[in-house]
């Protein structure tokens, strides 16, 4: 039987990620998305779904999210690591990396359990093409942070008796100071 705790995260659209973050599981955070003048809006949303094909069949959980970057905002992909632990790390990081590069983007947002970092994946784009920046630890809910990824809730739906509300929820990265 769940816990009463248990059963109020169920609703929350954080509660899996920390959760995951709590027992050590890596995470990435890539889109396959450019911008419109590089691609069209058709080509985004073919590059999206063609992505998040090659992941499941990979064998990734994976959950839809928003992110926010340099002034703008794409869909992209949270994906977690397939177990806890530096192998299955390891993995995650260099799968999404070829992901990266395969989709031109310019970095992915990888996180080891503890910290993150920007792992640069085209030559053109901030950190540079193979270049790491470290970026601390991740924060949730703080709406002012200029880089951060947001998860929508699935639908508009009522919510079911005993349900806590799926409103937005947001996770950012802060440089280290």
């Known amino acids: 039987m769940k816990s009463f705790r248990e059963f109020l995260n169920e609703g929350n659209p954080l509660s899996r990620l920390h959760s995951h973050i ?6 990435a955070t890539l889109s396959a998305q450019r911008p419109v003048g590089e691609v069209t809006p058709e080509e985004n949303i073919k590059r ?25 905002k794409e869909k992209s992909i949270l994906v977690y690591a397939k177990d806890t632990g530096e192998k299955s790390g390891r993995d995650l ?13 310019d970095s992915i947002l990888y996180h080891n359990g503890h910290k993150a970092k920007i792992h640069g994946t085209n030559e053109i784009g901030y950190p540079g093409k193979n270049n790491t920046k470290q970026i601390g630890k991740i924060h ?37 100071k």
């Open 48 to 72: 999206h779904k063609e992505l998040k094909h090659k992941l499941s069949q990979q064998g990734y959980q994976t959950k839809e999210v928003e992110g926010h970057w340099e002034g703008g």
């Open 93 to 105: 990081h260099r799968d999404m990396l070829q992901h990266g590069k395969d989709y031109n983007q």
């Open 22 to 27: 709590k027992s050590g599981r890596h995470f």
């Open 140 to 176: 949730f809910n703080r709406p002012e942070s200029e880089n951060q990824t947001e998860m929508k809730p699935k639908s508009n739906n009522p919510l079911k008796p005993g349900r806590t509300s799926k409103a937005n929820a947001r996770f950012d990265m802060s440089f280290k």
